[in-house]
């Protein structure tokens, strides 16, 4: 690993080298929480060998990593351990479905179970002698079958759990009951599926309350909860959720809102962001999502770096008041690494004014501000909101550089020149009987190096009539800007390469290319302190 690393993080969670891809089976347990990822142990980018890779936290912002947790050793898994999902047996008793690509490279679920539960860290696993525990069933292509849920028990006192697969066109979870956990039967009719899209790849069902922001175990069925299914389309390359009834005598899901393939489908993340899995902590009853974030440089340059591959921080998800869309917001543990803080209160940003947010480490740094908005009347026009594309919006939001309320926001990773930046911003537009934002993060001019993916990310949502102010807030970290919009109702995950705009030479602004003023209520940042890494075993280090 070369010595220079401008873009490694300092407080995402990342393995010590090499490729990590999807977060596997997080959970809490005696005291612990724990992540397991997908890596490639051998090189930055993925590969024919995938392992489990394994850290464990007490916070989940600062990680010890340990040996590798799954490694193919039998004839159910020699090809790769590829995704899967914890649960928690009766008797605090982890066990781990995930999907081994056997030896004729067709994927099948496999169940390990830890072999000390006295040991708090869960280091060994032991693979079950009955593996392979599922085979793809009639109806599903053998090389698209994979990643296994959280189970859930079922009233019948059955364990349930749901994989995903593909036939043909048609992507589709398939749901499979089991008494002992070991010995699964197929449920004939999909519990879900969706014509034209291919393979559902790391399928999440829970439950969420209808009036508490609180979390609640993935087993819970009752009428004080509605449930969330989480798919991981891969040809969109993005995790939607659908929010929808259980139906248990059915055994299967129906969503509230069909899936268009547009984008008015609901996203955790309207930028990048996938393969995420939730798990519920019963020590602060809260539904915890994580999500893997991939570069947007070259495969090359990830090998030069030595690393591919973020997670998100972690968020908590709740269901707002609407009962429509899920909220999310980052843990509140990260408040923790908060170090040196700098505000502003009652500050006018005249339309076409900048303002700098100086005297901490911007590259680094946790970003609030509340902004007040003038009379949401005098926003742009917006003449059929059904039809709007946001991210063709924000992309030329760029061109035009101006409306009426917005775009105003936040300017990231600039360099002094301002030659490179990238924006996130909000626009609000009126429309007949109701008023929507769109929300823009835009990496357009993130760096002066080229062969990056600066795609603008983008998404519109609906404001009450009556809002007064819109909060923004960022999570910068050398080369990720996580950014979550209105309390947490959108979020958007960028990555970004500056070439200018690192450590000292980063520079963080506040900026309003509306003609209207707003004001910033209110604004604090706080540099961020570095995550503290510790290692154990052998895991690769650098
Ligand atoms: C999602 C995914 C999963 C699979 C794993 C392999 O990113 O393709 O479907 O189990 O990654 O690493």
């Known amino acids: 690993i070369p010595k220079e690393q401008p873009y490694r993080t300092s407080y995402h969670f990342q393995p010590p080298q090499n490729w990590m891809n999807d977060p596997n089976a997080p959970m809490y347990y005696k005291g612990v929480y724990h992540l397991f990822y997908q890596h490639n142990p051998l090189a930055a980018t993925f590969g024919d060998i995938i392992v489990w890779a394994h850290s464990v936290s007490y916070d989940l912002i600062n990680w010890i990593h340990l040996n ?19 649960t928690i047996l009766p008797g605090e008793k982890p066990a781990i479905l995930y999907t081994g690509i056997d030896h004729y490279k067709n994927e099948v679920q496999n169940l390990a179970i830890p072999k000390n539960l006295t040991d708090a860290f869960l280091r060994e696993w032991e693979k079950h002698p009955q593996n392979p525990v599922m085979t793809p069933p009639t109806g599903v292509e053998e090389d698209n079958f994979r990643d296994p849920s959280t189970a859930w028990h079922g009233k019948d006192g059955k364990w349930r759990v749901i994989v995903g697969a593909q036939n043909g066109d048609e992507g589709k979870t398939i749901l499979y009951q089991s008494e ?44 004080s909860v509605r449930h969330v299914l989480k798919i991981s389309y891969l040809r969109k390359q993005h995790d939607y959720y659908f929010l929808g009834k259980y139906v248990s005598d059915k055994e299967n899901f129906v969503p509230d809102v069909e899936f268009t ?24 009853n ?41 909220m999310q917001w980052p843990i509140e543990e990260i408040e923790n690494l908060r170090h040196k803080q700098i505000s502003i209160t009652g500050e006018k940003l005249e339309g076409g004014s900048t303002l700098e947010i100086s005297g901490i480490n911007v590259s680094q ?15 742009d026009w917006l003449e059929d909101p059904s039809e709007v594309d ?26 002094k020149d301002l030659t490179e930046e990238t924006a996130v911003s909000f626009q609000i537009f009126r429309a007949s009987n109701r008023y929507l934002c769109l929300m823009c993060s835009d990496q357009s001019r993130s760096s002066l190096r080229n062969d990056l993916d600066k795609t603008t990310y983008g998404t519109i949502f609906d404001i ?34 500056p070439l200018l705009a690192i450590e000292k030479d980063a520079h963080l602004y506040v900026f309003n290319n509306g003609s209207q003023s707003v004001v910033i209520s209110k604004l604090n940042a706080w540099s961020m302190k570095q995550a503290e890494i510790g290692h154990e075993g052998n895991i690769n280090c650098a």
């Open 390 to 415: 946001p991210q063709l919006l924000c992309s030329k939001q760029h061109a035009s550089r101006s409306g009426k309320i917005g775009p105003f926001g936040l300017l990231a990773l600039a360099s």
């Open 180 to 223: 002992d956990f070991v010995n699964w039967t197929v449920n004939p009719n999909p519990f879900f599926a969706t014509d034209n899209t291919g393979v559902c790849e790391c399928p999440d069902f829970f439950p969420v309350y209808i009036n508490s922001t609180n979390g609640v175990d993935t087993s819970v069925d009752n009428s």
């Open 261 to 284: 393939g547009t984008s008015k489908d609901l996203r955790f993340d309207y930028g990048k962001f996938y393969a995420s899995k939730s798990f519920f902590d019963y020590a602060k």
């Open 464 to 497: 009450d009539p009556n809002l007064k102010t819109i909060s923004l807030r960022t999570l910068i970290d050398k080369s990720i800007i996580e950014s979550f919009g209105d309390g947490g109702k959108a979020v958007i995950t960028s990555r970004v390469y």
């Open 68 to 86: 590798i947790a799954l490694e193919p050793s039998g004839p159910y898994d020699i090809n790769s351990c590829w995704s899967g999902s914890a």
């Open 365 to 379: 740094v946790d970003v609030e501000v509340l902004f007040e908005l003038p009379e949401l009347e005098s926003g």
């Open 286 to 326: 809260r539904r915890i999502l994580w999500g893997w974030v991939n570069e947007s440089d070259s495969t090359q340059d990830d090998i030069e770096k030595g690393w591919a591959g973020l997670q998100t921080i972690p968020r908590k998800v709740w269901l707002d008041k609407s009962g429509k869309r899920l």
